[in-house]
């Protein structure tokens, strides 16, 4: 595990370099992508550097981490939204090759394929992550297995709680389901970076990455990834 402290923006920027790097060494990559208000800055740095030529979308693969139950990719708070507006819109990526789990008329099976979608496509050369309060990545919830590939999650309180904030603070609003990559599919990846950002992280973090690994702190078992960088600002990583 490495890890990285900076200021957020500094942050965003080393994150962005990982990728300018990537894209440059490998045009045709597949990235794993994620949502949530961490990744917003990266996104910005991402399409500054598209705008300035220094790295191209236009042969890259994308998947995303995840997907409300119940939201088509035109509401505003669904998470195809999310990344149409913070990045595919904005920089050179073809559409057809962006993908985001589907968050209506899904069986477990049709859930279940997006493994073997992303398997075909070669997996993920590089996962974006960042972690929920109650340690979940993507929206693989505490005491969630480990072993599980792309399925059905009921939200924890927790987590609809502090999501609620994009629901114009209605809790009620907020979908009580996602589609989640499971933590294996994420182990899969054959490099993960996650992104921590203020305070309000701080003690998750530090449970996480220095404390046991178990299903109880689903981003514990980044302890165990081969290539897992960290890059959190000074907040974040305060309680290491
Ligand atoms: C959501 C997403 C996660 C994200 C988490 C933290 O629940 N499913 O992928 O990491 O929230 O969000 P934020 O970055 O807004 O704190």
Known sequence: MKIIRDTQR?????????????????????????????????????????????????????????????????????????????????????????????????????????????????????????????GHIGFNEPHDAFDLGTHCVDLAQETIEANKRFFDGNEDLVPKQAYTMGIKTIMQARKVLMVANGKGKADIVKKAFFGPVTPEVPASILQMHPDFILVGDEEALSEI
């Open 10 to 134: 500094n942050c965003a920027r080393m994150a962005a370099e990982e990728y300018r790097k990537l894209l440059n060494e490998n045009p045709h990559c597949v990235l794993g992508l994620a949502t949530g208000s961490t990744p917003e800055m990266l996104y910005e740095e991402l399409v500054a550097l598209c705008k300035a030529g220094k790295l191209s979308f236009k042969d890259v693969t994308t998947y995303n981490l995840d997907e409300y139950v119940g939201l088509d990719g035109s509401h505003p708070q669904s998470y195809r939204y999310f990344m149409d507006s913070h990045l595919f819109n904005l920089v050179d990526i073809d559409k057809t090759r962006t993908h985001v789990p589907c968050g209506i008329g899904v069986t477990d099976e049709m859930a279940a394929h997006y493994d073997d979608e992303i398997k075909q496509a070669g997996g993920v050369d590089l996962q974006l992550l960042g972690i929920g309060h109650d």
